[in-house]
């Protein structure tokens, strides 16, 4: 009997085939297999028995790289075959949903690379099929050689061979090369000058140790690169990058020099080692690492090195060196030459190579808590993302997401496909870089959609770019969800609940129903529809945008709130850090409600308290009070302020009062999380309903570690990101519910 089966899931480039055709030889069956758009596919004849065997085989020793979602097998008409055979791909017009994600190097590959026998030995983009480049390299599906950047380079004889042989590691590893075919590192300074020859790796090892910044080219972009020894190094890097204290990421060879620089539990030793290799945020050690790193901030954000490129690096310049995105605050992370020579001021030397970045992909970074692990950032090794819907549609949905951390997401059938982190869209270029996310989307899916979802702030890029596809197609239906409401649908999403919830959505500021700038939000919600039950109480935004980066002015709204013009004689931290004539401006704007919207903002409570206190007065990277406070907290305070809740209403200002009051900031920063607890405890005890948080400010390490102790049932974007990178998702499922 003839059989065909059908195989979707992530199981193009994995190996699949190989797997299949040793599987099936060792079986005594004949046929083929080939990759179609879909999955692969396996055409064999076979008894029933033996059918049940071969399947059973395949879901119990699967690929490592592969993920099977669905195996479906029919009998066919009868067909002959002497032999079963790896059949060459066929283009079908149905493409596979999905693309793999970059891998970090294998231990196969890391053994080669280091064995001076091996004809790889030192070669910097060794790869084979569990591990390599993916996404960053894929124009279009199926996933093969010729799609792909790697479409460049011609494959020697003993390339060639490997790529050809069933029963080798490297069988249709599509990335594959060595010293004679594939990608070639080259360094130069920063007049394009040739630094080596053959002896690159060598000499970065010597540029980094006499303290120079190194522009390296790595899977999905740029990185700059210094010593993170040493203090001169990292505070030059500071000034060119114009980047005043914002953390850098750190990357170590390997488990053990991490351990020297940070505190690894098992869930993070674990998350390190995989091969995401995502930047995982540590708990530093008193170490040799430079203060400029991630100054006043007890954590560190640490990776292992993840292409063999980093490994050499590494191997030969011992210490931990910095690795962060290459671009400019607010830009996209450059990927090509031409982009990297824009940053030639800060740079000294740049190690590039010639295998084309085709789509951008920053570092994933991640967090643990409770041994739940927790997303800041969603890219490299974890994107593209997919998620399952419980129905089927037979739009073509587009959603937009946010503004801030923007990603964006497609839904095709009965799935969510949703991209990496693309960033802030602040500039021109960063906003042109969103678009080509969403163009390469719609290319490799062969997708224009039906429906477009975005914000309703009506200054989103993200909401105006919307607004112009309708004008190109007015077809297009165009549908715009709450920013809050999304956030919470994001959370409920992912952990697949659609019941009625308490949904708490804490965040910077989005634009809410009634105008005003939410961010404090409780909603009664399912997937259908929201109510708004309660929230902090408004209070202005001196100077709207420019509030959100100067906490004093949070704090000094709450004080006129509080005090009204006496505010003017009064002299703390908050009117301190002011001149008399900005105070006098600043009142006579709160007075009259000019330029001072009204928002109910969570985060801007943090910027507040922290103004308040004086630990930061004005930020210079989003999310910096938060930061700092949670390096405050002593677990020893229990007590908290007072606060009142009427009618869903908490008026903060009631605990700015307290906060004034208090002679040590350690009490004050302490009491001050434990009330936002209590407060979100409150409100869960009245409704008593399943308790949803989302939003930004839930990535707080320490709000999130007692809010789990406080309440252990209360559903978290675990596995995901909580922050704007989730909106996407989240207007994905309110369409689709
Ligand atoms: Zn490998
Ligand atoms: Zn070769
Ligand atoms: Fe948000």
């Known amino acids: 009997m003839t059989y065909s089966i059908e195989i979707r899931g992530v199981v193009q480039g994995v190996g699949f085939r190989p797997f299949i055709y040793n599987l099936a030889v060792s079986l005594n069956l004949v046929g083929y297999v080939s990759n179609d758009g879909f999955g692969v596919f396996i055409v064999v004849n076979s008894s029933k028995e033996k059918l049940d065997k071969l399947i059973k085989k395949i879901k119990d020793n699967k690929p490592p790289l592969s993920k099977i979602e669905s195996i479906k097998s029919t009998q066919i008409q009868e067909q002959r075959f002497s032999e079963f055979k790896i059949k060459k791909s066929e283009t079908h017009t149905k493409l596979s949903l999905e693309i793999p994600s970059d891998v970090g190097m294998c231990k196969e590959c890391q053994d080669e690379l280091e064995d001076k026998n091996n004809r790889r030995f030192g070669y910097p983009f060794i790869t084979c099929v569990n591990c390599g480049p993916r996404f960053s390299i894929i124009k279009n599906l199926p996933y093969d050689r010729k799609y792909t950047s790697m479409a460049n380079f011609i494959m020697c ?153 980093h490994h050499l690096i590494l191997e030969k310049f011992k210490n931990p060196i910095v690795a962060t995105s ?36 920053d570092d994933s970074v991640v967090f643990v808590e409770n041994d739940k692990t927790f997303m800041l950032r969603n890219a490299r ?97 165009l549908i715009q969800v709450q920013h809050h409401y999304a956030h919470i649908l994001a959370t409920m999403g992912i952990n697949n609940i659609k019941s009625k919830v308490l949904g708490v959505s804490f965040d910077g500021t989005g634009y ?7 961010g404090g939000e409780f909603f009664i919600c399912d997937t259908n529809s929201y109510e708004r039950v309660g929230h902090f109480k408004e209070f202005r935004l001196l100077g709207a945008e420019k509030a959100i980066k100067e906490p004093r ?73 938060g930061l700092l406070l949670e390096s405050l907290y002593d677990v020893n305070v229990k007590n908290y302020y007072e606060f009142d809740i009427e009618n869903g209403i908490i008026d903060f200002s009631k605990i700015v009062t307290q906060i004034l009051n208090e002679k040590e900031n350690k009490i004050a920063v302490s009491k001050f ?15 008593n309903l399943p308790i949803v948080l989302s939003g930004g400010v839930f990535q707080n390490r320490v709000l999130l570690r007692l809010i789990m102790k406080r309440i252990p049932y209360a559903i978290l974007a675990k596995d995901f990101v909580s922050n704007d990178s989730a909106i996407a998702y989240g207007q994905a499922v309110s369409i689709i519910n």
């Open 553 to 625: 002015r949070v704090a000094l709204s709450f004080l006129f709130e509080i005090y009204g013009e006496e505010v003017l004689k009064l002299k703390n931290n908050v009117t301190d850090s002011f001149s008399e004539q900005e105070l006098n401006t600043l009142y006579i704007a709160w007075k009259k409600e000019l330029n001072s919207p009204l928002s109910s903002s969570a985060g801007r409570l943090f910027d507040c308290v922290s103004s308040l206190l004086n630990v930061i007065q004005v930020c210079s990277y989003e999310g910096e009070s």
């Open 157 to 309: 004889n003993k390339c060639q061979k490997e790529y050809e042989n069933p029963s080798d590691r490297r069988y249709h590893a599509q990335p594959i090369g060595c010293f004679e075919c594939g990608p070639k590192l080259s360094l130069f300074d920063s007049n394009s000058n040739i630094l080596a020859c053959g002896n690159e790796v060598d000499k970065v090892a010597e540029l980094l140790a006499c303290g120079n910044i190194l522009a390296i080219k790595g899977i999905g972009g740029y990185h700059l690169v210094c010593d993170a020894t040493n203090d001169k190094a990292v505070k030059l890097l500071r000034d060119r990058k114009q980047r005043v204290s914002k953390p850098f990421a750190v990357m170590v060879k390997d488990i053990d020099d991490a351990k020297n620089i940070a505190t690894i539990g098992i869930v993070e030793e674990e998350l390190l080692n995989s091969n995401k290799r995502p930047i995982v945020l540590l708990k530093k050690n008193d170490n040799s690492l430079s203060d400029f790193i991630a100054p006043n901030i007890n954590q560190v954000g640490v990776f292992l090195a993840y292409t063999p490129l």
């Open 512 to 518: 809410g129903d009634d105008g005003n700038l939410w």
């Open 673 to 687: 999380f434990n009330t936002l607890v209590e407060i979100i405890y409150g409100m869960w005890k009245i409704y």
């Open 381 to 477: 090794g974890y994107a593209p993302t997919y998620f399952k819907l419980d129905k089927k549609t037979d739009k073509k949905i587009l959603c937009l997401g946010a503004n801030q951390k923007s990603t964006v997401a497609i839904v095709i059938e009965d799935k969510v496909i949703l991209s990496p982190y693309i960033g802030d869209l602040v500039t021109l270029s960063s906003v042109e870089h969103f678009k080509s996310h969403i163009e390469t989307l719609k290319r490799i899916y062969n997708f224009e959609p039906d429906i477009v979802v975005c914000d309703k702030h009506p200054n989103y890029e993200s909401t105006k770019y919307a607004k112009e596809l309708k004008v190109q197609n007015k077809n297009i239906e």
């Open 326 to 361: 290459a671009n400019i605050s607010g830009e996209p992370l450059c990927t090509t030459k031409e982009e990297i020579m824009k940053l030639s001021h800060i740079w000294d030397y740049c190690l590039d190579n010639d295998r084309d970045i085709i789509n951008s992909c």
